[in-house]
């Protein structure tokens, strides 16, 4: 049964790829996207300019919106489980506080291309509150508790220090950039983007999926983890930093998108229960779906006007996640 609803994710996934290349400031119909998804340039140029769009815009576009809500969702799934707390996501650590104060800085200091140096910026930024995490958390990083209270820490100073950057040293029109950026943004996405970000969603995917038996041992607690076996100061601390590279280049490339990693591993766990072979492509597949149709009524709901996705994804998660925890099973 649970490969079957596996499957039917997969499909509605790629159903709602497809719906998302129809719509924008051009409306195409369902032959039209098949026509243009056809790699040979067409030779009416009407034709031409159609298929550019959606080879060079819409798709990119919805591939790296699919990628960042499935990596995020990852993070998600797998951070709740180290930490055994539902409300555990790659915002709580500080990951993406560091992130945003890593883009300010690049933004502040004028760094050019702000196309290539934000997400490098974003990218080390992360790394190091990641870092500082793990320096305050010290000794008892293996305690769920004082690692995340550590990292709410490391995520308000660094949060404090984004805004007083902000309010000092960028002008209206950057601070009006940076604070859409901070709500996610797919509209420069390039095919280089996805591909990064794709490889690094399937890279520490696969990391996490052969690692789900060992995961479904450390759900039950850090005792019986060793009781059985299990290294559990190695095995958080190479887990900890797969999803900190993971969010970094989630959010390096597309900005910080919230309630993802906070909503959708809830709704995986619903309707999967709590193992992690089915719950983690599970969660992949509705993040990657969550942040698809976010993106693709952000574009299109007051077009030629655009939302930043992160304003959808807190509309359309926060419900999700208040039906999802009252419905939770009992693991």
């Not at 051009?26 to 030779?43: D, K």
């Not at 509150?129 to 305050?136: C, D, I, N, R």
């Not at 990083?141 to 950057?165: C, D, E, N, W």
């Not at 794709?198 to 052969?210: P, Q, W």
Request: with cysteine; glycine share 10%; hydrophobic share 55%.
């Amino acid at each position: 049964m649970k490969p079957l609803r596996l499957l039917l994710c997969a499909i509605v996934t790629l159903l709602g790829l497809i719906y998302s290349l129809r719509y924008g400031a051009v409306t195409l119909s369902l032959s039209e996207v098949i026509q243009f998804l056809n790699p040979h340039p067409a030779e009416d140029p009407v034709l031409a300019l159609y298929q550019k769009i959606v080879w060079s815009l819409r798709l990119p576009r919805a591939l790296l919106a699919m990628a960042c809500g499935g990596g995020l969702a990852l993070a998600g799934a797998v951070l709740q489980t180290l930490t055994r707390n539902p409300l555990a996501d790659p915002w709580l650590l500080g990951i993406s506080s560091g992130a945003g104060l890593g883009a300010v800085l690049i933004i502040a200091l004028g760094v050019q291309p702000l196309l290539i140096a934000m997400p490098s910026g974003a990218f080390i930024g992360a790394l190091t509150a990641f870092a500082l995490v793990v320096l305050m958390a010290g000794r008892a990083v293996t305690q769920p508790a004082r690692f995340m209270l550590s990292g709410v820490a490391v995520g308000q100073l660094l949060s404090a220090f984004t805004s007083l950057i902000v309010f000092w040293q960028t002008d209206a029109t950057t601070s009006r950039g940076f604070t859409f950026w901070l709500l996610g943004a797919f509209g420069q996405a390039t095919w280089q983007q996805v591909a990064i970000c794709s490889g690094a969603l399937f890279v520490i995917g696969t990391f996490c999926l052969a690692l789900s038996p060992t995961l479904n041992v450390m759900a039950l607690g850090n005792v019986a983890a060793q009781g059985l076996g299990v290294n559990v100061a190695a095995l958080q601390m190479w887990l900890y930093l797969s999803m900190t590279v993971l969010t970094a280049t989630m959010v390096a490339f597309c900005g910080a998108i919230g309630f993802v990693g906070l909503t959708v591993p809830h709704l995986a766990k619903l309707m999967f229960g709590h193992r992690h072979q089915w719950v983690l492509p599970a969660s992949v597949f509705f993040g990657a779906l969550l942040t698809l149709a976010s993106d693709t009524l952000a574009r299109t709901l007051f077009a030629p006007r655009e939302l930043p996705p992160g304003v959808i994804t807190a509309l359309i998660g926060v419900p999700v996640f208040l039906l999802a925890l009252r419905h939770r099973p009992q693991p």
